[in-house]
């Protein structure tokens, strides 16, 4: 109560402060207050009476201002303040008398403390919470494996230096940070000063407190330069230890471990990896292209590996035959190999197209490389017109760069003397996971560009009939024993909503009136089971079935289980085994999942929960590191807003896509962001992209887009230089031919596939090492990066599919060429 009287006269206080200082106070607090209640009078009184009171409180705005902080003393205390709250600090010193509460109070309220300008701005956005604000046009530009660990903490402290330059060139200045082996300094941007070069720092800060027993200073090497300002630079220095003092490592050491809490540890290096590994946790998992690892051995090059997740397994899945065995190792041959690595650019890009033929109940895949039918247009035609015709035809555009097995090893950023359990953390792969990744040379990149618009392109090709049999060239036989491909599972945050577990009891499906089939459970939880069937199904996927449960009928009265509905979520390739869900499209009670859970929690002790442990633990985490050292796709993401969601973010990796170093030439703005917006219609994210997110759901697969970019390289502005369309997979691009048609022959054409998947949360145990260290210094920041990351709503993939499109085009072949050839110079200069 008394707090809100003090809010209401909150015009009065600010008028009553500004004369505490006066002699005459007492006087000139009778006047301003003779209208107000004897109570609300002595509230006041109280309030001058706690602001006149002298304190000893110390200051230190390191990391709290917009501004340079320095050393200041004050009657044998020293401050660290900046030139604006210095002057505020003499202000009211010179007003008051004497170092009050009233003028620490001010020092903390100046307009460059961070604290006061986010206040401001939150202020300012509840005043205009019912207009739509427009929206920043900046995603933040995520550089994937870009962070680092650090072997010290580094100390946030500014003390005053000497650097010894060379050749009696000296100049004074500050440090920023320091730790036993390094530290970053401030100094006048005019001194020349350049990486590898030896400098000696004198701690002038600290010679005065204590005794360092070091005349000639410090040697540092310079590593790095960095301009802060026109006046100032900043220099980043590691320690040779030529001095070779050990009481003097001591000391510091004890320096920093003494005041960490009191200078505050600089986290920025955490903080950063922190978000980066965020929003690496939540790409990976939604990545619709499968990754393949390229092994040698014996100088063959050979599938080994493929990394498979909930948006990716159907990939692998396409290329097992009858007998679940991979024929990657076919696909994937040596001699294709060979020529794929022979093309030009860092990473090798085709188009693998595909399709099978069953044959007394076995599959043979026929495949065949953009490179390959290229070599004969009659061949070309046979393949595409021919392979179209079947529901198997699938085109895949493939990726392959260089894959290094000591990639696999991303220790965590935080310092290693931060804590004793620091190396326990930071473990390396164990032997066993190393000897599958030790031959790896080379990751592929699988993605399917299959569309029905591709399709029905080739179907209109014509073939000559008579010569259907030249196909036996793209097929390929089976081995008796092919090699073997590990298929490994992307570990993530487990998100399934219900636990599974083993049990087998038998089922009979009705699958309509007259047919109804036999089998027993594999697994169950409260919302679904796993059924392996005693012969092959006609079901399919969505079929709504009947179930009955005759054993378990036994064991209850209370449920009746037989006729209960499911819906069919998965069907096995050799149709024996299905996955099922709790239909939901009846009126009924959910008999099904009220007897399953009452069975489970009373029987948790019996049950046993489905493994989902790994079958060789860490190779999953090996893997997801190295294919993050080696991004070469276009991922961004969507974040939540008020009432829509806008592009937050956007992902880089080792090897930029050219849309990113189109964004990239024409981006100005300051370091670290990206605006990507000018690459869609306007309105379509906030419009109908957050409408279609908002009614998707995170199991759904992901929607998907096609995007089509026309670019006029003369244009100096983004916005005019881009001109784009965007419409859903299956739409018909008859509307977009006069589109097309003209970017091809006056500018330069993208065509992208945009697949856009719903996230879950985020995984903080993936985190938790990084955030709990960052807790500890600063509660506030970990909670700020956390609730950063739980906007985070939606993964987007761009894949960049411009060359097959083109084949598709009724189009002069004379302009395309010419098109292709105005992009390769383009893309050229950019690098030159």
């Known amino acids: 109560m008394a707090e809100d009287k003090l809010q209401k006269y909150q015009p009065l206080i600010k008028e009553l402060k500004a004369q505490l200082g006066d ?35 110390f200051i230190d705005l390191r990391g709290q201002v917009d501004g340079e902080v320095k050393p200041y003393e004050y009657d044998g205390k020293q401050h660290f303040m900046d030139d604006l709250a210095i002057e505020v600090f003499e202000r009211e010193i010179e007003r008051h008398g004497k170092y009050t509460l009233a003028v620490y109070e001010e020092v903390m309220q100046t307009e460059n403390n961070f604290r006061v300008m986010q206040r401001k701005a939150l202020d300012s956005e509840s005043l205009i919470d019912d207009i739509a604000p427009e929206q920043p046009n900046h995603a933040k530009l995520i550089h994937f494996a870009s962070y680092e660990s650090r072997i010290e903490e580094r100390m946030n402290y500014s003390i005053k230096i000497s650097v010894e330059l060379g050749k009696g060139r000296s100049v004074s200045g500050t440090t920023s940070d320091i730790s036993l082996s390094g530290a970053k300094i401030k100094i006048p941007a005019k001194e020349r000063i350049k990486p590898s070069q030896l400098v000696s720092v004198r701690l002038i800060g600290l010679e005065q407190e204590f005794e360092l027993g070091l005349k000639d200073g410090i040697q540092y090497e310079v590593v790095a330069v960095e301009p802060l300002s026109r006046e100032q630079q900043h220099v980043r220095l590691k320690r040779t ?44 998992p939604r990545v619709s292209s499968l990754f393949v690892f390229i092994s040698q051995t014996e100088q063959q090059l050979l599938p080994s590996i493929a990394l498979t997740n909930e948006n990716n397994a159907y990939i692998n899945y396409y290329f097992e035959d009858e007998r679940k065995t991979s024929c990657l190792y076919q696909i994937l041959s040596q001699a294709r190999l060979n020529t794929i690595l022979s093309l030009p650019n860092a990473v090798k890009e085709s188009t693998l197209y595909c399709f099978t033929h069953i044959k007394d109940g076995k599959i043979y895949h026929y495949s065949a490389f953009d490179f390959e039918l290229a070599k004969q247009a009659q061949l070309r035609n046979l393949f595409v017109a021919y392979g179209a015709q079947k529901n198997s035809w699938r085109t895949y555009k493939v990726q392959l760069m260089p894959s290094h097995h000591e990639d696999a090893f991303i220790p965590l950023s935080l310092p290693t003397n931060a804590s004793k359990n620091i190396e326990k953390l930071n473990k ?30 080739y179907k209109k090709v014509s073939f000559d009939k008579s010569i259907v049999n030249q196909l036996k060239i793209f097929g390929r036989g089976k081995a008796l024993n092919p090699p073997k491909l590990e298929v490994v599972s992307l570990e993530y945050v487990n998100l399934r909503s219900h636990k599974r577990y083993l049990y087998k009891t038998a089922v009979t499906i009705h699958i309509d009136n007259h047919t109804q089939v036999n089998g027993h459970t594999l697994d169950l939880s409260v919302m679904g089971l796993q059924v392996q069937l005693a012969q092959p199904t006609t079901m399919t996927k969505g079929d709504i079935i009947h179930l009955d449960l005759p054993d378990l009928q036994k064991i209850t009265k209370q449920y009746t289980l037989s006729n209960l509905r499911y819906e069919v979520v998965a069907v096995s390739k050799t149709k024996t085994t299905i996955n099922l869900k709790v239909s939901k499209l009846t009126d009924l009670p959910q008999v099904a999942s009220e007897f399953f859970k009452l069975l489970i929690d009373s029987n948790k002790d019996k049950l046993q929960p489905c493994k989902e442990s790994p079958r060789i633990p860490g190779l999953s985490t090996a893997l997801r590191n190295m294919i993050t050292k080696s991004v ?3 991922p961004f993401y969507l974040h939540k807003e008020t009432s829509h969601y806008k592009i ?14 189109l964004l990239m030439y024409y981006h100005n703005a300051k370091q670290g962001q990206l605006n990507i917006r000018p690459l869609f219609p306007s309105g379509f994210v906030e419009g109908a992209l957050t409408e279609a997110v908002r009614k998707h759901s995170r199991k759904s697969k992901p929607l998907k887009y096609n995007l089509f970019v026309s670019f006029d390289s003369n244009e100096k502005e983004l916005s005019k230089a881009l001109k784009s369309h965007c419409i ?6 008859e509307p977009l031919t006069l589109f097309l048609k003209k970017a091809v022959s006056k500018n330069i054409l993208f065509v992208f596939h945009l697949h856009v998947s719903k996230t879950g949360r985020p995984d903080t145990d993936y985190l938790a090492n990084e955030l709990r260290y960052v807790s500890h210094y600063a509660l506030h920041k970990a909670k700020e990066l956390e609730e950063g990351l739980w906007k985070v709503t939606g ?21 395309v060429t010419a098109m292709r050839l105005r992009k390769q110079a383009w893309l050229k200069s950019l690098l030159s």
Not at 435 to 448: E, F, G, H, R, W
Not at 449 to 456: L, N, T, V, W
Not at 796 to 811: A, N, P, Q, S, Y
């Open 23 to 57: 002699p005459n106070f007492d006087k000139i607090f009778d006047q301003m207050t003779k209208d107000i209640s004897k109570p609300d009078r002595f509230l006041l009184k109280m309030e001058m009476s706690r602001l006149s009171q002298p304190i000893a409180r």
């Open 241 to 284: 230890f030529i001095e070779n003092s050990n009481s003097f490592d001591d000391f510091l050491n004890s320096f920093i471990h003494g005041n960490k809490r009191r200078y505050k540890v600089n986290l920025d290096n955490t903080m950063d990896a922190i978000i980066c590994k965020g929003y690496e946790q939540y790409y990976h």
């Open 428 to 457: 390396r792969p164990t032997p066993r996971v190393q000897s599958y990744i030790n031959n790896v040379k080379y990751l592929a990149l699988i993605t399917d560009i299959s569309s029905e618009h591709q399709k029905e392109a």
């Open 632 to 634: 070469c796709q276009f």
């Open 648 to 661: 937050g973010a956007v992902g880089i990796g080792l090897y930029p896509t050219p849309i990113h170093r």
């Open 728 to 733: 859903e997979k299956g739409e018909p691009q």
């Open 795 to 815: 993964v987007c993939d761009l894949i960049d599919v411009t060359d097959e499109h083109l084949r598709t085009l009724d189009l002069d072949n004379k302009l």
